[in-house]
């Protein structure tokens, strides 16, 4: 079966840090294109982090940078998305997506930041 699957979201204190993770399937192999987004109830949906997996060009929101990450592991066919310092306007819903001849979604993973 092709998809994504994504896992490490969870509930966080402000300050603290928080990683996620994005495996695609054998079926899919590596995509080209791998882009973390997020998206608030209500909300547009906001591309947070982007990387190129062949050559590890990377892109982050102006939201993020400096405390976000988009690390790679190819042999694993997995990306991750380290985020530092969290704040309680980083909730939402995380959505991984990958591309490679065809559009792939993951399922969404919520990432929430309190007290």
């Known amino acids: 079966q092709e998809q994504l699957v994504e896992s490490g979201g969870g509930l966080v204190q402000p300050g603290g840090s928080l990683r996620l993770s994005c495996e695609a399937s054998r079926s899919i192999g590596r995509p080209y294109i791998m882009v973390w987004y997020r998206q608030v109830p209500g909300e547009q949906r906001e591309m947070v982090a982007s990387i190129t997996t062949s050559g590890g060009s990377t892109n982050y929101a102006d939201s993020v940078k400096g405390r976000f990450t988009i690390p790679v592991d190819n042999a694993k066919n997995t990306v991750y998305l380290q985020m530092y310092s969290l704040k309680p306007e980083d909730t939402a819903v995380y959505h991984c997506?990958?591309?490679?001849?065809?559009?792939?979604w993951g399922q969404g993973t919520q990432v929430k930041v309190e007290k």
């Open positions: 997506y990958g591309w490679k001849n065809h559009d792939y």
